[in-house]
């Protein structure tokens, strides 16, 4: 099992460009979450999925969108990338919820975004 | 919502010491505490975990003790090793919804 793969790995973009990191699990998991961490901070939830077809808001989720059209896949997207969006992005998935499944969160290995 | 504030930013300790990492929170909510590793350039990774309704968890070398009442939970690394050097993060949320909000970060450093 791969489990939570993301790509790219790295990216450079110019301010105003678009793009879409996507993050995918092999392990049947139900929820799915979008990160971001900055130096100096720990991580901050952007968005989450709670199962196919659904998407919430998480603490920080200005600039961005998400989609979940199968379960297995949850791609973030920016819009118009601004230079304060530089960050490591990191996906995460989970059974279900830590209180009904006593499951853990499994993180993918990041994404390093740079805007310019 | 919740805020989570973890103290110190960088501790440096010998091999064989103890480390202590402090974290408080403020919404009296939040039922489940984890607290991760992570090494440099790589994914965070669970160490340790503790609901609401436990006030400590050992781990081996590693334990976690919960204060509700004071709204502060602490990581407890015996006998550290030089491959316990990493950044480590404290969270805090409910556990229902799996909504975590993560402290700043320590890095630790042990040295040989």
């Known amino acids: 099992n791969a489990g939570v793969t993301q790509t790219p790995k790295f990216r450079v973009l110019k301010t105003g460009q678009s793009m879409t990191l996507l993050c995918a699990q092999d392990?049947?998991?139900?929820?799915m979450y979008w990160y971001r961490q900055d130096p100096g901070m720990g991580l901050r939830l952007i968005h989450y999925?709670?199962?196919?077809?659904?998407?919430a808001k998480g603490e920080v989720p200005d600039g961005y969108n998400v989609s979940r059209l199968k379960k297995q896949n949850f791609l973030l997207g920016l819009e118009s990338a601004a230079p304060s969006q530089t960050s490591v992005y990191f996906c995460a998935s989970s059974y279900g919820t830590v209180w009904r499944s006593n499951q853990p969160q499994h993180f993918g290995d990041g994404t390093r975004l740079s805007i310019l | 919502g919740e805020n989570v504030e973890q103290h110190p930013s960088t501790l440096s300790v010998q091999e064989g010491d103890s480390a202590v990492i402090k974290c408080t929170y403020s919404d009296s909510a939040s039922n489940y505490f984890p607290w991760y590793k992570q090494e440099l350039g790589k994914r965070p990774q669970l160490i340790i975990d503790i609901r609401s309704n436990v006030g400590e968890k050992k781990d081996q070398r590693i334990a976690v003790t919960l204060n509700k009442t004071a709204k502060h939970f602490s990581l407890h690394i015996t006998e550290t090793q030089p491959e316990d050097s990493a950044v480590y993060f404290c969270a805090a949320g409910e556990s229902y919804f799996n909504k975590f909000y993560f402290g700043s970060g320590t890095k630790l450093n042990v040295k040989p």
């Open positions: 999925s709670v199962g196919e077809g659904t998407t």
């Open positions: 392990m049947n998991h139900e929820y």
